[in-house]
């Protein structure tokens, strides 16, 4: 009964920040939101015994993806009233992607053959406890890398292509922007920084 408790209470606080992350105005409480989204997610995962993916949720996302994320928020100029200018003509655009994602998210839950399901059900969170040496870690690796190793690699081979899209992009030629040549800083010489002048002394009056 507690961990239903628990269960619906952090659910709760999870829905109510991700509905404040994309609400708020200010982008760093947006970002805060998001990470008390992570937080409450971590937890729920705990209650389902899964405590790998909630340790690697807070570590990976928590730890390193926000605070990079709050340090390139902090330290950007963010224009907000420029940023919504085109969200009214874009709303419809976004309204279907949205719906386009739903129905094919409910496509696939009805589509999807349960006895799959049940199956990764059952070896993650069997209904019988195990003895100490039971390691759900263990379990959830020998599913990633045989029930589930097509999608597994699709899925990194995506995250690939968009790390080197964003890599092009961060190396764009870009005019006006300054740029730092390293070879020429550590080959620089004093002569090319400082220039003495010989100037005859002040006579007093």
């Known amino acids: 009964m507690t961990i239903k408790i628990l269960f619906y209470l952090f659910s709760f606080f999870m829905l109510a920040s991700a509905t404040a992350v994309i609400s708020v105005r200010n982008p760093v409480r947006a970002a805060l939101f998001l990470v008390l989204t992570f ?13 790998f993916l909630a ?14 994320f709050l340090f390139v928020v902090m ?8 940023l919504k200018e085109g969200f009214i003509r874009y709303l419809p655009i976004g309204i279907g992607v949205a719906l386009l994602l739903a129905g ?21 969170y069997p209904p ?3 003895g100490m040496a039971y390691n759900n870690t263990a ?5 990633l890398y045989t029930v589930y190793v097509y999608p597994f690699e699709i899925a990194a081979v995506i995250l690939l292509v968009a790390i080197i899209a964003a890599i092009a992009l961060t ?35």
């Open 39 to 51: 937080i409450c997610s971590a937890v729920l995962w705990l209650l389902m015994q899964a405590e």
């Open 55 to 68: 340790i690697a949720l807070v570590l990976v996302y928590v730890g390193a993806v926000m605070v990079l």
């Open 75 to 82: 330290m950007l100029d963010i224009n907000i009233a420029r």
């Open 104 to 124: 094919m998210l409910s496509w696939l839950l009805h589509h999807t053959d349960a006895s799959d399901y049940q199956t990764v059900m059952k070896t993650l």
């Open 128 to 130: 019988a406890p195990r």
């Open 139 to 143: 379990e959830l690796g020998n599913l």
């Open 171 to 205: 190396l764009r030629h870009r005019p006006r922007t300054k740029y730092q040549n390293p070879d020429k800083q550590v080959a620089v010489q004093r002569k090319d920084r400082v220039r003495i002048v010989s100037m005859k002394p002040e006579e007093k009056k």
